[in-house]
């Protein structure tokens, strides 16, 4: 079994590494000139953005050759994922991928202007986020199928929220808009979370370029908090509890 993640605070690469396998680090994997994986299984674990997936997601799905007999997708994410599990069959369907298994799974919603990371960490008991790997990890292990049904209503949900949404969430510009505080030492560690290669770090100065995932890998994983959002609910920030620094930058650099 193959799985393909993405992550920017943990979640989705403490999700991969419950379900098991072989696991490639999508940005890394994006880097290549050719992508060609093949096995019994092969999945994706990514974040749910803006009710929408990752744009490298969707990069990654036009780009990748993947040869397998049981295709999954699970969507990590704070409070919904079936309009986006939506998305994952489309992208799927335009590429001639049989979907066999999507689900999602609710754990710490890390988007930084509505939700204070403090208090998401105080709610994840009752998310019960072992119970939720628990049955994805025994359904994947069983080669169950569970298709996404691109019913006329999640349809109507899908196109909504892209019109609506996602443009004010998720843009690639985004990190033009962010702060860097006095806290900052330079360290580069921002630059090295990146998913997108998108932060130079110089002696002075942190740069952010033009294409920004919206991950928020940089905010999370800066060890003196000093970038900053315009609008944040909180100062707080988060990495997965199973998840190590340098596990991000290792799957990200
Ligand atoms: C820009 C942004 C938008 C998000 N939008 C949603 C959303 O629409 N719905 C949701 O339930 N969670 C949303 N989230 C929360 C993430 O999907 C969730 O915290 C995910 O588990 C993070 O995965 P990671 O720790 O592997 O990076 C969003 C997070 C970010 C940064």
């Not at 940005?27 to 299984?41: G, H, V």
């Not at 999507?102 to 986020?129: S, T």
């Not at 990890?137 to 019913?151: F, G, M, N, S």
């Not at 996602?166 to 998913?195: Q, R, S």
Request: aromatic residues 8%; charged residues 25%; hydrophobic residues 40%.
């Amino acid at each position: 079994m193959t799985i393909c993640y993405f992550t920017a605070s943990g979640n989705c690469l403490y999700v991969a590494r419950r379900i098991g396998g072989t696991l490639l680090s999508i940005p890394q994997l994006m880097r290549q000139e050719k992508i060609e994986i093949e096995d019994d299984a092969v999945g994706i674990v990514c974040p749910v953005y803006a009710v929408e997936l990752p744009f490298m997601i969707v990069d990654f799905m036009k780009k990748a050759d993947i040869k397998t007999d049981y295709f999954f997708f699970i969507l990590t994410c704070g409070y919904g994922y079936e309009v986006s599990l939506g998305h994952a069959e489309v992208a799927a369907q335009e590429r001639g991928w049989d979907l066999k298994y999507g689900n999602g799974v609710l754990m710490v919603d890390n988007y930084l202007p509505i939700f204070d990371m403090d208090e998401e960490i105080r709610k994840l008991p009752g998310k019960d986020v072992e119970g939720q790997l628990d049955k994805i990890c025994a359904d994947i292990q069983a080669r169950k199928e569970q298709r996404v049904k691109l019913t006329p209503a999640l349809k109507a949900q899908m196109a909504l929220y892209h019109k609506t949404h996602a443009p004010k969430v998720i843009n690639k510009n985004m990190a033009l808009d962010y702060t860097v505080n006095e806290d900052c030492i330079h360290c580069g560690i921002c630059a090295k979370a990146c998913p997108a290669n998108n932060i130079t770090v110089t002696e002075s100065k942190v740069i952010f370029g033009k294409c920004c995932e919206v991950c928020y890998a940089c905010l999370h994983n800066c060890p003196k908090k000093a970038i900053r959002l315009p609008l944040e609910k909180a100062d707080a920030r988060f990495r997965n509890e199973h998840i190590t620094l340098n596990d991000i930058i290792k799957a990200n650099q």
